[in-house]
């Protein structure tokens, strides 16, 4: 696990807006079409759309919690190396896995380059899209959680942030698409 005490880069803007804790909303129901977006997804340099993921195949949003390139969450740090060691097995089932996080553009790029990212990483340093999928937020960053979307767009699967289980693991994932 990547360790550091650099700190630079933490205190921000994103920082103080999502200081206060406020919990995840389960107020996106299972059936729901999911909220569509665009983000630019810096592992291939490229602005995606949402829908125009979920048309060709079932997609695993992954919200993460990467607070600098330098700082990652102790419990989405595991679960970032899980799912991009499992992307292509994921990719090898017709399912794209698309993980957001609150870092700006050139901090997910160093994100990136240092954890040799395949999987799509969209940066979201607004935190907007975390907001309309009610992830809720604490010290700082939006908290991770994960939804599973069908072919048409609607909420399949979706695992909100718990200390006792902070994220959905690669196998649950697997078995619920």
Known sequence: MLTSTDFTGLINKRFFGNFLPIPANNCLPLGATAP???????????????????KQKPVILAFTRIFTEKQYCPFCYPHIIALNQ???KFVEQGIEVLMITS??????????RDLEL???????????VFRRYHTG????????AQFILDKMGKIQYKHLFSFLNPNASVEELLSKV
């Open 137 to 144: 937020q604490a010290l700082g960053a939006p908290l991770p």
């Open 103 to 112: 870092t700006a553009q050139k901090q997910s790029q160093i994100v990136v």
């Open 86 to 88: 499992y992307y292509e």
């Open 118 to 128: 395949k999987i799509p990483l969209l940066s979201n340093p607004d935190c907007q």
């Open 36 to 54: 569509d977006f665009i983000l630019p997804d810096i592992t291939h340099n490229r602005l995606l759309r949402l829908s125009d993921c979920w």
